[in-house]
C-alpha cells in the first residue's frame, strides 16, 4: 500500500492543454519503436517527460482576506520597484514587483493571486529572451491583466515568454471573478510570471526563495511589516 500510495502522489492529472502534446509523442514513440526499438524506449522517456510537464496538480490555497499567493511554481528571481506594462493602465509610478521564474521541470500551470476581478487583459508580442533575465519583463512577448482587488486597489500579473516558449494561454476575460488560487492560464515550456502589487505593499519573499502556485504567500495586503531578507545557504 505505502508503495501504491507513493506513486499516487506523483501523479497528477494533465492540463488540457498538454493532452495532445501526449498524444503526439505517444505516436512519434510508436513510430520510433518500428524504425530502431533504441529510439521507441528514447520517446518513452519523451512522452513521461511531456506529461510530467502538464501535470495540474491540486494545491491548498490560503483563503484569509488580505493574503497575495503565488501565480506560479518557480524560483523568485526579483523583488524590486518597478514601472508595470503601459498596456496595465496601472499607473507611471514604480510598484513593488515581484518575478517568478519558472525552469521546464516546474509546473506551468498559473493561479490567479488573489481574490479579485479580471479589468483588462492585454496581450503584446516580443522577444524570446531567456526569462530569468530582468530585461525579459520589458522585451518578451507577454500577456498581462489587471486585476481589481474587493478593497478598491489593483494588482498586476504578467506572463511572460521564455527562451523555449512559445504559447502563452490566458483562459481570463474582463469582467470575470476568480478567488485566490483559481487556475487561469499556463504557459508552455519555460517562462515568467510579475506580481505587481499595490504601492505600499512589502513582498513577503526573497530572491532565492521557491514559490508554489496557490500556495506560498508573496504579500499581505493588511500588513505593514517590511520587506523579508533571506540567506542562501
Known sequence: MDILASIRSVLHPLHREGVRFVAL????????????????????????????????????????????????????????????????????????????????FDVHVNRVPVASTVDRVSYRPGKFLNAAEDKASDDNERNSLRLILDDGRDLGVVQIAGLVARRIVCDAAPGQTYDAGQRFGIIRFGSRLDVYLPVGVAPLVAVGQRAVAGETVLADLTSNEGPRLAVVG
Open 25 to 104: 509523442f505517444a505516436i512519434a514513440t510508436l513510430i520510433l519503436f518500428l524504425i530502431w526499438k533504441p529510439l521507441g524506449w528514447l520517446g518513452v522517456v519523451l512522452t513521461l517527460w511531456c506529461a510530467y510537464f502538464f501535470r495540474d496538480p491540486p494545491r491548498a490555497t490560503p483563503t484569509r482576506a488580505g493574503l497575495v499567493v503565488s501565480p506560479a511554481d518557480g524560483k523568485v528571481v526579483a523583488t524590486a520597484d518597478a514601472v508595470p506594462p503601459a498596456e496595465l493602465g496601472l499607473g507611471e509610478a514604480a510598484r513593488p514587483r515581484i518575478s517568478i521564474f519558472m525552469s521546464v
